[in-house]
Structures are given as structure tokens and as C-alpha cells.
């Protein structure tokens, strides 16, 4: 439509402009703006579309960055109070191809500080609460961009993904988040060379929106040892599936992993209406109930890496997930990691059979609805403790601990009302194809109201007093 002149960009930047002005005090998840230099660009962008030149595949549209990824000029605080006044001179690299693709950097959006839990909130900011429910979490850590996205105030946002942060607020907010097979998407400021953990990646409304966003920011660069040559722009061209030839394997708990109840029961109902749309839907004896133990010992020496010679400077509010997490990891004997790689790699291995037999493996994604934003993490689920803030994400982490390519796809309403999201899980590498049969299970959710994605009632929470810096 930019393109064609049926829609300036300048149009679109204030209409995102309006959308924060209007629900961010309630929801709190756009914490810094770059709304000057936006329309600056945007009228810009719209000169260019006048003059008849060639036009990158995201001319003129507003993007919103996750917090954690620098942005040249534009504050950067990590969700820290010690980088409250961040202004870096330099874009990330995921941000520079954004731009350098016609994006337009609309602002920054929250984070837990230096973007460590599944709960948006830092002593910076406060909290992001959920656009279905303000008191409630929106997932984390790129909770901030989730609840932009689902709310209109960007129309494409940027994440990253460790044990689940692009996936966990996407399944609460009800948007799409893709977490991509390791070395897709180049992470240039990554602390150690070779692992699966803390790969960036695309949120979007759309499957087609997240697939574009995704052909921009991957690539090959020399600055990140894990990125492989690959035809980027052909990401975004979605292959048509026909939903009828589909093998799908589903799994409620992934082999038995903390899953509440209340979770199982809505996964169930929604394998149960999916079944008779796809060519099979079975349930396969998956079982990655090692995985959370090997997750954690696998953090043992990232967290070292990143956040070693900083522990000393850590005031009393510091993020307790970090400081939680660096205190384990100092403890771990180098037996206990060494272990924990062989069984990653013994679990790997084992996985790749699912996929002689499945297109793509579902099951849900978190393991509880939303919660309030003033519990950091449930201590349990359904009477059985949770060991740790990583505990209750085992859906997720153990899926990243095999290192799968995973789309978050949102499937109805919980039975909370609040959204119910699915990972859909391909083979290694095969993004394309994983994103081809997301879209297709897309249009086939769409046509079933309980499954179709949910929307939030922008004009009831326009109406909800202002509680901007929640927690604070």
C-alpha cells in the first residue's frame, strides 16, 4: 500500500504514535520513543516512494526494538538502572538490516532487566502488564514487544529467545513469535561462540508478517561465528500447504514436564478440533523430562561469561533471577556441565526421529495462563513445587535445549479468557517450511473462532485508569 500510494508512511508512524499515546499508560510496554526521528524518516520514506525508487521490503514501516538491542541514538537501557542513560553511537546489527531494509525504528519497548525471566518488569521501569488483562504478566522478557504488536503500536517488533522469551509472551499476548534455528538470525554481540541459547528473532499479527521480518534481520555475517551463508529474502516467500497433507505430532507435556492442568485440558480441546483439518494428529512418545536439568547446567557458563565481572557492582534490587542463576552456575562442578552436553547431544539425536514420521511436533506453549505481574514466577503448579524461575518455562527451554526452530502460534482463549498459544516445532534448518505450514495452520485456526487469534479490547483498556511505571 506505501508502495502503490494508498498509504503514506507518515500516516502509518502517527497512527503507531497514537496507539502508544493512547494505551502504553495503561500497559507500559513502549519505554522509550523515537517519535521525532520516526516522522522524520517516515516523510522521508514517502519522498522516496514519490520518486520512484526502488523500495525496501519494509519501506516506511514502524518496528518496535526490544530493549536489550542497541539502537544508535536512541536510549538503550537494558532494563537497567545503571544504563538509564544508555545512548549508544552504534546500531546492533539487527537493527542496522532493519533499516537498511526501509524499517523505521518507532521506540524500545520493555524488558526484565538485562532481559533474564518470564515476567516483563525491572526496577527501571516497572511492568508490562497483558493487553488482555493489565494486571496480569505478559510473558517475557520480550514482553514489551508482544503487548506492542498485539495492541497496534508497531505493526512488527524484534525479540530474542533463551529459554522461551520470544514464545512465552507471544502465547500470552496472543501474537506470533518465531524462534529460529541457531545461526538464522546473525547475534553479533553474543559472549560465547557456539550454542543454542540467545538467538534473535521476529514478532508479528501475522505469519507472512513475522516470515518478512525475519528474511531482513538473517543473513550471513563474519562477526557472529554461528551464521551461515543462507538466501535470506526467500524467507519470506511462504510456500502453499494444504493443510489435508499435514502429519502433525502433538504432545501435551512433552514426555511429562510441569504442565497445569487447566493448560492440558485447553491443549486437548484444541488437538481435538485440529484433528479432523489435518492429514494426521497424533500423540508421539516424545520425552524430553532430562531437558530442564540440562538447560540449567547449560546456563552455568553463559552466565559466568556474561555476567561475571559485573556481579560486583549489583545493587539489592538487582534482577534475583541473575544474580540467582550466576550463584548456581559458580557452584556447578565442570563434571556436571560436561554431563549436561553429552545429554543434549544424546537428546538431539533421539528427537531427529520424530520427524521420519511428523511434518512438525505441537504442544503448548507455557505451562500456566497469566499470572499476576507482582509474582515474579509461580512457586508451583497444581500443588507441585517449582524448583526454580526456570522451572515452570520447561516447554519452552527444553526445546531450546535441541535447538528446533519454533513458531508460537496463538489457538483461542484459555479457559481464563486470557490467550492460549501452541509452539509448532520443525526439523532443524528448515525454517521456511516450518513458517509455510505455521501460515497454513493459520488460516485453518482462523476459521474456528475458538481458534482463531485473539484480539484485545483496545477501546475497554483505553478506558482503564493510568498505571504507567507499574510496580514502582
Known amino acids: 500500500m506505501i508502495g502503490a500510494g494508498e498509504l503514506s508512511s507518515t500516516e502509518l508512524v502517527e497512527s503507531c504514535l497514537s496507539r502508544v499515546d493512547q494505551l502504553d499508560p495503561v500497559v507500559n510496554a513502549m519505554i522509550t520513543r523515537a517519535d521525532e526521528r520516526a516522522l522524520s524518516e517516515a516523510a522521508a520514506a514517502d519522498a522516496t516512494v514519490s520518486n520512484g525508487v526502488a523500495l525496501g521490503p519494509l519501506h516506511g514501516i514502524p518496528v518496535a526494538i526490544k530493549d536489550l538491542q542497541p539502537t544508535e541514538g536512541i536510549r538503550t537501557t537494558f532494563g537497567s538502572r545503571d544504563f538509564a542513560a544508555n545512548v549508544p553511537a552504534k546500531d546492533a546489527g539487527i ?129 557472529d561465528p554461528m551464521a551461515y551463508p543462507m538466501d535470506a529474502p526467500s524467507l519470506a516467500e511462504l510456500s502453499p500447504i494444504e493443510p489435508g497433507s499435514l502429519r502433525v505430532g502433538v504432545s ?90 553429552h545429554k543434549q547431544m544424546e537428546l538431539y539425536q533421539t528427537f531427529q526421529a520424530l520427524y521420519d514420521d511428523y511434518d512438525v511436533l505441537i504442544c503448548p506453549g507455557v505451562s500456566v495462563p497469566p499470572f499476576p505481574w507482582t509474582q515474579r514466577n509461580p512457586t508451583q503448579i497444581d500443588g507441585a513445587p517449582v524448583e526454580n524461575y526456570m522451572a515452570w518455562l520447561a516447554l519452552s527451554s527444553s526445546l531450546t535445549v535441541i535447538g528446533h526452530p519454533v513458531t508460537a502460534l496463538p489457538c483461542g482463549l484459555d479457559e481464563s479468557g486470557t490467550p492460549f498459544g501452541i509452539q509448532v516445532v520443525g526439523p532443524i534448518y528448515q525454517d521456511r517450511r516450518l513458517l509455510s505450514i505455521a501460515a497454513a495452520l493459520e488460516q485453518v485456526f482462523a476459521a474456528d473462532p475458538s481458534m482463531a487469534r485473539p484480539r484485545p479490547d483496545l477501546h475497554a483498556l483505553a478506558q482503564l485508569p493510568s498505571s504507567c511505571r507499574r510496580g514502582l
Open 252 to 341: 501435551e507435556d512433552l514426555g511429562g514436564v510441569l504442565v497445569s492442568e487447566t493448560i492440558r485440558r485447553t491443549f486437548r480441546d484444541r488437538v481435538e478440533r485440529l484433528s479432523g483439518l489435518v492429514g494426521s494428529c497424533e500423540e508421539v512418545a516424545v520425552d524430553l523430562r532430562e531437558a530442564p536439568a540440562v538447560d540449567w547446567a547449560l546456563r552455568s557458563d553463559l552466565f559466568v561469561a556474561q555476567f561475571g565481572e559485573q556481579s560486583t557492582h549489583w545493587g539489592d534490587d538487582f534482577n534475583p533471577n541473575i544474580r540467582h542463576s550466576l550463584e548456581s552456575a559458580l557452584a556447578t562442578p565442570m563434571a556436571d556441565i560436561a554431563a549436561a552436553r
Open 95 to 223: 537493527v542496522q538490516r532493519i533499516r537498511q531494509a526501509g524499517g523505521i525504528v518507532i521506540g524500545k519497548t520493555n524488558i526484565p532487566e538485562f532481559s533474564i525471566g518470564a515476567n516483563t518488569i525491572n526496577p527501571l521501569f516497572g511492568a508490562t502488564g497483558n493487553p488482555f488483562d493489565a494486571d496480569l504478566t505478559c510473558g517475557g522478557s520480550s514482553g514489551g514487544s508482544a503487548v506492542a504488536v498485539a495492541t497496534e503500536m508497531a505493526p512488527l517488533a524484534t525479540g530474542s529467545d533463551h529459554g522461551g522469551s520470544l514464545r512465552i509472551p507471544a502465547s500470552y499476548c496472543g501474537v506470533i513469535g518465531h524462534r529460529a534455528s541457531p545461526g538464522v538470525v546473525p547475534r553479533e554481540l553474543r559472549s560465547v561462540t557456539q550454542t543454542f541459547y540467545s538467538v534473535q528473532g521476529p514478532m508479528g499479527r501475522t505469519v507472512a508478517d513475522v516470515a518478512l521480518l525475519l528474511s531482513v534481520i538473517a543473513g550471513r555475517t563474519r562477526m
